[in-house]
Protein backbone atom coordinates (compact mmCIF):
# COMPACT_ATOMS: atom_id res chain seq x y z
CA UNK A 1 0.00 0.00 0.00
CA UNK A 2 1.46 3.71 -0.72
CA UNK A 3 -0.05 6.66 0.93
CA UNK A 4 0.65 9.63 0.12
CA UNK A 5 -0.01 12.47 2.40
CA UNK A 6 -0.01 16.04 1.27
CA UNK A 7 -0.22 19.05 4.15
CA UNK A 8 -2.43 21.77 4.27
CA UNK A 9 -3.48 24.32 7.19
CA UNK A 10 -6.83 23.90 6.51
CA UNK A 11 -8.37 22.06 9.22
CA UNK A 12 -11.44 21.04 7.07
CA UNK A 13 -8.86 19.31 4.70
CA UNK A 14 -7.80 17.16 7.07
CA UNK A 15 -8.01 13.03 6.14
CA UNK A 16 -10.49 14.07 3.47
CA UNK A 17 -9.51 12.71 0.04
CA UNK A 18 -6.74 14.81 -2.30
CA UNK A 19 -8.32 15.26 -5.58
CA UNK A 20 -5.68 17.69 -7.49
CA UNK A 21 -2.56 16.57 -8.83
CA UNK A 22 -0.55 14.08 -8.81
CA UNK A 23 -2.30 11.48 -9.92
CA UNK A 24 -2.21 8.52 -7.40
CA UNK A 25 -1.25 6.01 -9.81
CA UNK A 26 1.88 8.25 -10.74
CA UNK A 27 3.00 8.34 -7.08
CA UNK A 28 2.98 4.91 -6.91
CA UNK A 29 4.83 4.43 -10.29
CA UNK A 30 7.51 7.01 -8.88
CA UNK A 31 7.78 5.08 -5.72
CA UNK A 32 8.22 1.55 -7.62
CA UNK A 33 10.72 2.88 -9.28
CA UNK A 34 12.44 4.54 -6.36
CA UNK A 35 12.80 1.17 -4.46
CA UNK A 36 13.32 -1.85 -7.23
CA UNK A 37 15.22 -2.46 -9.72
CA UNK A 38 12.41 -4.65 -11.23
CA UNK A 39 8.90 -4.08 -10.47
CA UNK A 40 6.92 -7.26 -12.55
CA UNK A 41 7.57 -9.18 -9.00
CA UNK A 42 4.75 -6.70 -7.56
CA UNK A 43 1.43 -8.65 -8.16
CA UNK A 44 -1.40 -6.37 -5.99
CA UNK A 45 -0.65 -2.62 -6.05
CA UNK A 46 -3.19 0.29 -3.75
CA UNK A 47 -2.32 3.50 -3.73
CA UNK A 48 -4.85 6.45 -1.98
CA UNK A 49 -3.63 10.03 -1.11
CA UNK A 50 -5.21 12.62 1.30
CA UNK A 51 -4.63 16.18 2.86
CA UNK A 52 -2.58 15.77 6.05
CA UNK A 53 -1.91 18.38 9.25
CA UNK A 54 1.83 18.78 8.54
CA UNK A 55 3.55 21.36 5.82
CA UNK A 56 5.21 18.14 3.70
CA UNK A 57 4.22 15.70 1.49
CA UNK A 58 4.60 12.28 3.53
CA UNK A 59 4.74 9.14 1.60
CA UNK A 60 3.98 5.85 3.34
CA UNK A 61 4.98 2.20 2.15
CA UNK A 62 3.47 -1.06 3.37
CA UNK A 63 3.72 -4.58 2.94
CA UNK A 64 7.42 -4.49 1.98
CA UNK A 65 9.19 -7.97 2.54
Known amino acids: MVTAKFGTRVEELWGKPHREKPDADNIYKGVCDALFKED???????????WGRSDCVEITVEGLK
Do not use: L, N, P, R
Not at 40 to 50: D, G, L, N, R, V
Open 40 to 50: EMIYFAQSCKY
